[in-house]
C-alpha cells in the first residue's frame, strides 16, 4: 500500500495536475497546439536530453549492457505490435499511431522520477534510466517520424525532417562534452537549464490542450485499439523486459547484475509516452488516438507499475 500511494501521489497526481491545468487552459484560451508541439521538439526535448547526458556518468560496461537489452526489447515489442496490427487489419495512417502508442514509453518524465523512488536514488540505477531515456528520445525523432509519415510522403521529405530535429545532435554531442570533460560557460548553462526544466511542464500541457480539444469517452470507435495498445505497453512490456533480461543472464558475456536486471524490467512498465502525442499533433496523424492512449495508459499504471515493483522485491 505504502509503494501503491507513493507512486500515485509522486507521480500520477503531479502528472494529471499538469495535464488538467492544459485542459482547462486550451477550453478558455484555445491555446495553439502546434506552437506548443514545435516548442517540445525543436528546444525544450533537446535541451532535456543533453543536459542529463553531459551530467551522469555512465560506465562503457553499462552503456554496452544497455543497449544491448534496449535493442532485443525493441525488436521483441515491434514483433507483437505488428501481429495485433495484422490481426486487427488496422489500415494505413492508423499503424504508424498504433506502434508509436507502444513503442515509445515515457522514460523521462514518469521513468526517471520511478526510477529515483524505486531505488532510493541509486546513482547506479540512474544511469540505467538515463540510456534507456536517450533511446526512447532517439527514436521517436528517427522511426517515429518515418512511422506517421511513410503512408503520405516520399522519402526524401521524410529524411529532410529527420535530419532537422535537434535531438539526433544533442545526444553525441552531450556524450562528447562529458568525456572530454569540457565546461560549458554559464551564459549557456543557464540557459540550458531553464530549457531542459521546461520540457516535463510544457510536454504535458501540450497533452492536456490535445485532450481538452476533444471529447473523451470509452464509446469512442477506436476504444478497442486504445485498450489493446494500453494493454501490449503496461503487460507486455514488462513480461517481454523479463524474457529480455533472462537470456542476457544466461550468457557470461551479456549477463546483467541483479540491480540493473530490476532497473531495465521497471524502465519497461511505464506508460506510453508524450512523444507519440506530440509525433500525432506535429505531423496530424491520429491525434485524439495517441491523446487517449496516453491518458489511459498513465491512469492504468497506478496499478500495473505497483505491481511490478512488488513482484520485482524492490
Not at 117 to 127: E, H, I, K
Not at 288 to 303: K, P, R, W
Request: glycine share 6%; proline share 5%.
Amino acid at each position: 500500500m505504502t509503494i501503491f500511494l507513493s507512486i500515485l501521489w509522486n507521480n500520477v497526481i503531479p502528472l494529471s495536475v499538469m495535464i488538467a491545468l492544459g485542459i482547462t487552459l486550451h477550453r478558455v484560451f484555445s491555446l495553439d497546439i502546434k506552437t506548443l508541439s514545435k516548442l517540445n521538439f525543436y528546444l525544450f526535448s533537446p535541451a532535456m536530453i543533453f543536459n542529463l547526458l553531459y551530467t551522469t556518468d555512465i560506465s562503457a560496461s553499462v552503456l554496452l549492457k544497455v543497449l544491448l537489452f534496449f535493442f532485443v526489447f525493441m525488436l521483441l515489442l515491434y514483433g507483437c505490435v505488428e501481429v495485433m496490427i495484422r490481426l486487427r487489419g488496422t489500415p494505413g495512417g492508423m499503424r504508424g499511431a498504433v506502434r508509436n502508442s507502444v513503442l515509445f514509453y515515457n522514460s523521462a518524465n514518469y521513468g526517471i522520477p520511478l526510477n529515483q523512488l524505486a531505488f532510493a536514488s541509486n546513482p547506479y540505477t540512474l544511469s540505467v534510466q538515463v540510456l534507456i531515456m536517450m533511446m526512447q528520445s532517439l527514436i521517436p525523432n528517427t522511426y517515429g517520424i518515418y512511422n506517421v509519415n511513410a503512408h503520405k510522403l516520399r522519402a526524401r521529405d521524410i529524411r529532410r525532417t529527420i535530419l532537422g530535429q535537434p535531438v539526433i545532435y544533442a545526444i553525441p554531442l552531450g556524450f562528447l562534452l562529458h568525456a572530454l570533460q569540457i565546461p560549458i560557460p554559464q551564459a549557456l548553462s543557464t540557459p540550458l537549464g531553464y530549457l531542459a526544466n521546461a520540457f516535463i511542464g510544457t510536454a504535458l500541457i501540450t497533452l492536456g490542450v490535445q485532450l481538452g480539444s476533444m471529447k473523451l469517452t470509452f464509446r469512442h470507435p477506436k476504444m478497442k485499439d486504445v485498450l489493446l495498445s494500453c494493454g501490449l505497453r503496461l503487460v507486455g512490456g514488462p513480461l517481454l523486459a523479463l524474457a529480455v533480461v533472462w537470456l542476457m543472464r544466461t550468457n557470461a558475456v551479456t549477463a546483467v547484475d541483479a540491480l540493473m536486471a530490476k532497473a531495465l524490467i521497471v524502465s519497461s512498465s511505464v506508460p506510453t509516452s508524450l512523444s507519440s502525442v506530440l509525433l500525432a499533433v506535429e505531423f496530424d496523424n491520429e491525434p485524439e488516438f495517441a491523446s487517449q492512449v496516453v491518458l489511459l495508459s498513465t491512469t492504468l499504471s497506478i496499478a500495473t507499475v505497483t505491481a511490478v515493483i512488488y513482484f520485482l522485491h524492490i
